[in-house]
């Protein structure tokens, strides 16, 4: 993991819960390290806080008790992530396949990617996994634009 720090300016929603509040960005974020902690500055407050990304939505979750806005009211402040941009690798399979096959994985844009790493990491068997590398090389262009 890269040691650069990052900050980034966020916003978004309040959502109350049993445990805490919840503070949902109104962006996914994308290329950061996820499920690790940061701090949050917002309403002159630095709020440890835990990142949460899922499919669609990040959230923050306060890692200690600060007076958050109320529910449903919209946020502003600027996250710090200590960890820096998340590396995305792909796997040597599928790059060896890719290869083999003339075809690019680089029209990917991030979404796409995500989700064919998403795909092949839930592979339960190695015929699976290799169905899927198929499955994802077919659909992709050939290196010169053209599919075959």
């Given at each position: ?13 309040v959502?109350?819960?049993p ?48 007076l ?13 992530l ?49 169905a ?17």
């Open positions: 993991m890269p040691s650069v720090a990052l900050n980034l300016p966020v916003e978004g929603t959502t109350h819960g445990e805490g509040p919840l503070l949902r960005l109104s962006q996914r974020l994308d290329g950061h390290d996820t499920f690790l902690t940061g701090s949050l500055d917002i309403a002159d407050t630095s709020v440890p806080v835990r990142i949460l990304t899922l499919d669609s939505v990040t959230v923050l979750r306060p890692a200690d008790s600060f958050a806005p109320a529910d449903g009211e919209h946020w502003t402040g600027r996250l710090h200590p960890h820096g941009l998340r590396r995305r690798s792909v796997p040597p399979d599928l790059n060896a396949a890719a290869d083999q096959a003339a075809r690019s994985l680089d029209g990917l844009d991030e979404a796409e990617l995500r989700y064919v790493l998403t795909f092949l990491s839930e592979a339960t068997t190695p015929a699976i996994r290799r899927r590398i198929e499955a994802v090389v077919s659909a992709l262009p050939t290196t010169t634009g053209r599919n075959q």
